[in-house]
């Protein structure tokens, strides 16, 4: 049986006789879903896991959305939430078992001097403290407003200008 797998319509979620959410909306977010669980988990596997229980615990909650906010802001914070639960569970599960933010092994097969810079920067990023990273990732690299951060992570648009200011202070040290 070979050949191309069927294109599914866009599923729609019947919340009431005057709202539908689409799932086009939902799957939008997916590219910067992925960028997000991979600077949280830095293991592939897991980040992809990651954004597969993300987008099933939306789908199932999907009435609890409400229309008119803000979609990123809704997922992004499904999915450090399930992070979270994730790390708990598994501090609970095996004790001594490896850190859920554990850094990634960089190996440096070319020896040309901007994949030694890339590399020595993704460890800078991996070892900033979650709290900054999260946020360094989510203004800087996936591009989400000062607001819309502030939202996601619950706090005032003041801390997350704080924490791009310090991770970016960070970065810079251990990066010269």
Not at 22 to 41: G, K, M, N, T, W
Not at 109 to 126: F, G, K
Not at 130 to 148: K, M
Request: contains cysteine; aromatic residues 8%; charged residues 25%.
């Amino acid at each position: 049986m070979g050949g191309k797998a069927a294109v599914r319509p866009p599923v729609s979620v019947q919340r009431d006789s005057s709202e539908t959410v689409q799932s086009d909306a939902v799957i939008e977010f997916i590219p910067p879903l992925r960028l997000f669980a991979r600077s949280l988990c830095k293991n592939p596997v897991e980040a992809d896991d990651l954004v597969q229980e993300t987008l099933l615990r939306a789908i199932e909650n999907i009435h609890l959305y409400k229309p008119g906010t803000n979609l990123r802001a809704w997922l992004f914070t499904i999915m450090r939430n399930r992070f979270y639960s994730n790390c708990i569970k598994q501090a609970r599960e095996k004790p001594g078992s490896k850190d859920c933010v554990a850094s990634i092994p960089v190996g440096i097969v070319d020896t040309q001097y901007w994949h030694l810079r890339m590399s020595e920067m993704v460890r800078a990023i991996n070892d900033l403290p979650v709290h900054f990273r999260e946020t360094f990732v989510a203004v800087v690299i996936l591009g989400v407003s000062y607001l819309d951060a502030a939202e996601m992570f619950d706090c005032d648009i003041g801390t997350i200008k704080s924490r791009i200011y310090r991770a970016r202070a960070t970065l810079a040290s251990a990066t010269q």
